[in-house]
C-alpha cells in the first residue's frame, strides 16, 4: 500500500467531481507511458458538454478530483445559499471576478454556493458585468449538477429551488 496515502479510488462507472469542471464520469482506467514512465490514468467525461479530461490516478488529490457530496453536504449548501447577512465588497468588478473564480477553481462545492449567493445577491443591486453573469451562469450549472446528483432529483427541480431562494431576495 505504500504510495496510496488516502488516496480516492475510483472504478469504471463512478461519478466524481473535478474542479471547475463539475460532475465527471469515470470512463475508463487506462494506462499510458509518458516520458518511458507507465502511468494510470482516469479518462473522465465531463457530464455537462461530454469533454474528456485524464487524470494521473496517483494524482486525484493535488487536483481536487472528489466523490459527490452526501446528503449531510447538500444541507450545508443550501444554508450558504440562504445566508443574507453578508457583505458584497464593493471592490470592482475585476478584481471580484478573479477572486470568484479561484473560489470557483478550488471545486469546493460550498465555495461554488458562496460564489452563486454573492452574485445572484449583487445583481438586485447592480448590473452585473458580462464576465460576472457568465460565472453566474457557471457556478450556478456546477451547482444544480451536483447537488441533482446528491439528492437523486432532476436538475430542473433543483434548478427550480435554487430560483425560489433568490426570488424573494
Given at each position: 500500500m505504500r504510495g496510496r496515502q488516502q488516496q480516492q479510488e475510483f472504478k469504471v462507472g463512478?461519478?466524481?467531481?473535478?474542479?471547475?469542471?463539475?460532475?465527471?464520469?469515470?470512463?475508463?482506467?487506462?494506462s499510458r507511458e509518458i516520458s518511458g514512465q507507465k502511468q494510470q490514468f482516469y479518462i473522465l467525461k465531463v457530464m455537462d458538454n461530454g469533454m474528456t479530461i485524464m487524470v494521473p490516478t496517483?494524482?486525484?488529490?493535488?487536483?481536487?478530483?472528489?466523490e459527490v457530496i452526501g446528503q449531510e453536504e447538500v444541507e450545508t449548501v443550501y444554508e450558504i445559499l440562504m445566508e443574507r447577512d453578508i457583505a458584497i465588497d464593493n471592490q470592482t468588478w475585476n478584481r471580484r471576478y478573479r477572486e470568484y473564480m479561484d473560489k470557483i477553481k478550488t471545486g469546493s462545492v460550498y465555495e461554488i454556493a458562496e460564489v452563486l449567493r454573492d452574485l445572484s445577491l449583487l445583481r438586485y443591486e447592480k448590473e452585473l458585468s458580462f464576465g460576472e453573469?457568465?460565472?453566474?451562469?457557471?457556478a450556478r450549472?456546477?451547482?444544480i449538477?451536483?447537488?441533482a446528483i446528491a439528492q437523486k432529483k432532476k436538475e430542473t427541480d433543483v434548478s427550480e429551488e435554487i430560483d425560489r431562494l433568490f426570488a424573494a431576495a
Amino acid at each position: 500500500m505504500r504510495g496510496r496515502q488516502q488516496q480516492q479510488e475510483f472504478k469504471v462507472g463512478d461519478i466524481a467531481v473535478y474542479p471547475a469542471h463539475g460532475v465527471t464520469k469515470v470512463h475508463s482506467i487506462e494506462s499510458r507511458e509518458i516520458s518511458g514512465q507507465k502511468q494510470q490514468f482516469y479518462i473522465l467525461k465531463v457530464m455537462d458538454n461530454g469533454m474528456t479530461i485524464m487524470v494521473p490516478t496517483d494524482n486525484v488529490r493535488a487536483v481536487g478530483l472528489r466523490e459527490v457530496i452526501g446528503q449531510e453536504e447538500v444541507e450545508t449548501v443550501y444554508e450558504i445559499l440562504m445566508e443574507r447577512d453578508i457583505a458584497i465588497d464593493n471592490q470592482t468588478w475585476n478584481r471580484r471576478y478573479r477572486e470568484y473564480m479561484d473560489k470557483i477553481k478550488t471545486g469546493s462545492v460550498y465555495e461554488i454556493a458562496e460564489v452563486l449567493r454573492d452574485l445572484s445577491l449583487l445583481r438586485y443591486e447592480k448590473e452585473l458585468s458580462f464576465g460576472e453573469r457568465k460565472m453566474l451562469d457557471s457556478a450556478r450549472t456546477l451547482l444544480i449538477k451536483e447537488l441533482a446528483i446528491a439528492q437523486k432529483k432532476k436538475e430542473t427541480d433543483v434548478s427550480e429551488e435554487i430560483d425560489r431562494l433568490f426570488a424573494a431576495a
